[in-house]
């Protein structure tokens, strides 16, 4: 089931949109603006319909819940990729928010009840970064084929449609899994049962002090991850812009190239450090403590990105953004881990949902704030258009670490 679980995630992160996102909206005509309201109500949307689809998962069958989320992901891409219309835009990112609702916390909740049944539930973080590092890696591969199509085609918006094929064969291997991965299912399937899982888990969500608060840490780290990880694509266009090389090619060939090379590196660093997830944690004295060094990381890279603004070097913004991404895959495979260990292997699915939802309620803050930030500071000045997302992140992780401060390194 191990291999399984890898192709899951090499399969899903098949994501050619991906390194192009901003820049296929870009191309449609919008505004960071608008961008950030698009991903806000995607966020919206996620956090409404998160924890019952993951209470529906844990009731109903899990396999049934990822066959149902990879069908909607299906149809946002099609939308995608035909339409320019901005009303269009919402209801393919209404179809994708229910496929990331369904999906979310739910394989993860399969990996740990597989961990349970072969008493290898202490090598939770091992495991979950041996297939975060196979997601990376299929991110890795899908950024050579999104740039390559990119390149042939030049149109962002192609790469959506050919994320079809992958999503595709992924329902078929759900459809094989074996039942046993659905859960403990209730022999009555009513809403009553699905409602009594979902109170439970919100319940010892809130009232659980640490799983409590790896949860407020979720909404801070991940939240502030996803609302700003999409900017390198217009920073890495600006620089591709300004190098003297390549202008024999057309604009979209040499953004394709050089996002394409970025987004390829990034991800192959994200497959390592998701390896090291675990050595890191023993390293640093315990996954508390190493989730506190993180924020420390944290609290660094952003200060270099806001220097690399204030003095215009493309370079250092870049590097940042990279470092983030890297980080980002260590801090992962930790916090599932430790969310794993606290909650009740029946709710497994819905407390991770809750989990995602944390992070999810912060971009559906920040990030159209974030797209309305960039679009006025670059009206002012369009060097620091991007100092927004360093002032937040700066901002959120000395929150954090005074926090840490304040309440102590928690011990497992």
């Avoid at 019952?52 to 990822?66: E, F, K, N, Q, Y």
């Avoid at 990112?93 to 993860?108: E, Y």
């Avoid at 991110?139 to 740039?147: D, E, K, R, W, Y």
């Avoid at 944690?281 to 806001?306: D, P, S």
Wanted: hydrophobic content about 50%.
């Amino acid at each position: 089931m191990l291999f399984r679980f890898c192709l899951y995630g090499f399969l899903k992160n098949q994501q050619y949109y991906d390194p192009f996102l901003l820049l296929a909206f870009l191309q449609k005509g919008l505004s960071f603006s608008m961008i950030g309201v698009l991903i806000g109500f995607r966020e919206v949307c996620v956090n409404l319909m998160e924890i019952p689809a993951g209470a529906i998962a844990d009731v109903l069958g899990r396999r049934r819940s990822m066959i149902a989320s990879f069908l909607a992901y299906i149809a946002s891409f099609v939308v995608f990729g035909l339409c320019d219309a901005v009303w269009a835009l919402f209801a393919a990112m209404f179809l994708f928010s229910i496929g990331t609702a369904f999906r979310t916390g739910t394989h993860k909740a399969m990996i740990f009840d597989w961990l349970k049944r072969q008493d290898r539930t202490d090598e939770r973080t091992a495991v979950y970064g041996h297939t975060r590092s196979w997601s990376k890696l299929g991110s890795a591969v899908s950024v050579v084929i999104a740039a390559v199509l990119v390149f042939w085609t030049e149109n962002y918006s192609a790469v959506f449609l050919l994320c079809v094929v992958p999503y595709s064969l992924a329902i078929v291997s759900f459809a094989t899994y074996p039942e046993y991965l659905d859960g403990p299912r209730h022999a009555h399937q009513h809403l009553s049962t699905v409602a009594r899982t979902l109170m439970k888990a919100v319940g010892r969500g809130f009232r659980h002090r640490r799983l409590r608060r790896l949860l407020v840490e979720s909404m801070g780290y991940e939240g502030l991850y996803k609302s700003g990880k999409d900017y390198i694509q217009p920073v890495l266009k600006t620089a591709c812009l300004a190098m003297p090389v390549m202008w024999a090619m057309d604009e979209q060939q040499r953004v394709a190239i050089l996002v394409g090379a970025v987004y390829f590196i990034l991800n192959l660093a994200g497959s390592v450090e998701a390896r090291r997830a675990d050595a890191f944690a023993k390293n640093a004295g315990g996954e508390a403590q190493a989730m506190k060094k993180l924020w420390v990381f944290e609290l660094a890279i952003f200060l270099l990105m806001a220097v690399g603004i204030l003095v215009g070097y493309l370079t250092v913004i870049v590097l940042s953004f990279i470092l983030l991404s890297v980080f980002q895959n260590l801090w992962r495979p930790i916090l599932i881990g430790r969310v794993a260990h606290h909650a009740d292997p029946e709710q497994a699915a819905t407390v991770l949902s809750i989990e995602s939802q944390a992070k999810s309620l912060f971009v559906a803050v920040a990030a159209p704030l974030l797209g309305w930030a960039v679009d006025l500071t670059a009206g002012y000045n369009r060097q620091y258009s991007f100092l927004p997302i360093a002032a937040l992140g700066i901002s959120v992780s000395l929150l954090m670490l005074m926090w840490y401060r304040r309440a102590g390194s928690e011990e497992e």
